[in-house]
């Protein structure tokens, strides 16, 4: 097993993306839209107004009050990153075949909940924007809200990856976050970020974060 430790910093504002209202999905969502896999598509399949949201996306919280992002936010980042550059040139990615099954099953990021780390001076705010659905009404739009932590955010994350080859494909998928990030509203540019490589003793080996000033 290979480890990559990583240290993501944020480039835009990261939006969240759990509802503040607990019952949100259970009662609503899932019984209308159940394979719905985006909010994107919920407003297309179920009408801009009948998905205006009952409570903002918020981040969850850790027992001291700071917000986290879950550990399978990443593999599902990994899955969309692979999926796209799959469909591009020069890139190991495209060589990866069944890719949702093998970082289902080779590919594990810790901790669980993975702290966000806000900047000297941050603090976390709100966006809000509209969702725009065609429907045969006509054009209809739905406001969206949530919680975002600011550019300069950080998170320490552990990338185990249990076959040796797949390495050089994670550092790729890495890499893509500083074109399109991860969170809500990730289409807009919400969520880039650049990321830092450290091996055992701490000193950084990797990543692609000097090429950016991301105000360190």
Not at 108 to 120: C, D, E, G, I, S
Request: hydrophobic share 35%; aromatic share 10%.
């Amino acid at each position: 097993m290979k480890e990559i430790k990583a240290r993501v910093i944020y480039l835009e504002q990261l939006l969240g993306t759990a509802s503040a209202n607990p019952e949100i999905h259970s009662e609503f969502i899932a019984s209308k839209a159940p394979d719905a896999p985006s909010r994107e598509e919920e407003v297309a399949a179920l009408g801009a107004e009948e998905v205006t949201e009952k409570a903002m996306t918020v981040f969850p919280r850790l027992e001291d009050g700071t917000p986290f992002t879950w550990d399978y936010q990443w593999k599902g980042f990994f899955k969309d990153s692979c999926g796209m550059l799959r469909r591009a040139t020069g890139y190991k990615s495209v060589k990866l075949t069944a890719y949702k099954k093998v970082i289902d099953g080779l590919v594990f990021v810790t901790p669980r909940k993975v702290a966000l780390n806000l900047p000297h001076g941050g603090k976390i705010g709100e966006c809000q924007r509209p969702l725009r659905a065609s429907t045969a009404q006509g054009e209809r739009i739905a406001l969206a809200h949530s919680e975002t932590v600011p550019a300069g955010t950080t998170q320490d994350i552990t990338i185990m990856v249990l076959k040796d080859d797949l390495v050089g494909y994670v550092r790729e998928w890495m890499d893509y976050g500083a074109l399109h990030g991860t969170g809500q509203w990730r289409n807009s540019g919400a969520g880039r970020f650049c990321w830092q490589e450290f091996d055992e003793h701490g000193m950084e080996v990797g990543g692609n974060a000097k090429l950016y000033d991301y105000g360190r």
